[in-house]
């Protein structure tokens, strides 16, 4: 007969706290501070939000040009092949002929350009408006990146807009 081990555990409530100095007037007198509860995390998460003196920089525009290679198939019949291999029911009944007959596929070769506009700025988070302490302190660079402008072309077609990405994420 098995013997059953229960072991129980007597746990406190222990008070813990964190600070973290950081310096400049201005940005201390604007700091707010949030606890909430992250769903998605299943965790508590803090949130610290103050205003930080700053100018904004030119903005930059980044360009690349990259050749992609990727495996396509050569027709419609093809891609239906390729896709049935994959589905559940059909594909299992296909899969003797789709193993005498696979896919046919071609290599394609496209011309990708991608620009991108970084919209930067200057933050002085040490700055301080005391008249005995009159100074910005060292600046951090900050870069947001703006909407992506894409355009993609084949060894043939002269260039073409493609579109726009409207989320900068």
Known sequence: ?????????????IKVAVTRRVPGAYMASTVTAEAFWD???????????????????PTLTRAET????????ANWWQHFKADA??????GRALAPWLRR??????????CVRVEVDMHRSA????????PQHPHLGASVLVCEDGPARWAVTT???PPTTAGEDTDPR
């Open 66 to 73: 990259r050749t992609v290679s990727f495996q396509a198939p």
């Open 85 to 90: 291999a994959t589905w559940p029911y059909l």
């Open 123 to 130: 933050l002085f988070p040490e700055a301080s408006f005391l």
């Open 39 to 57: 769903r998605t995390a299943d965790d508590v998460a803090f949130q610290i939000r103050a205003y930080v003196l700053g100018r904004k920089l």
């Open 1 to 13: 007969m098995r013997e059953k081990v229960i072991t129980q555990h007597r746990l406190d409530t």
């Open 101 to 110: 007959r696979p896919p046919v596929m071609t290599t394609e070769t496209r």
């Open 155 to 157: 060894d043939d077609d």
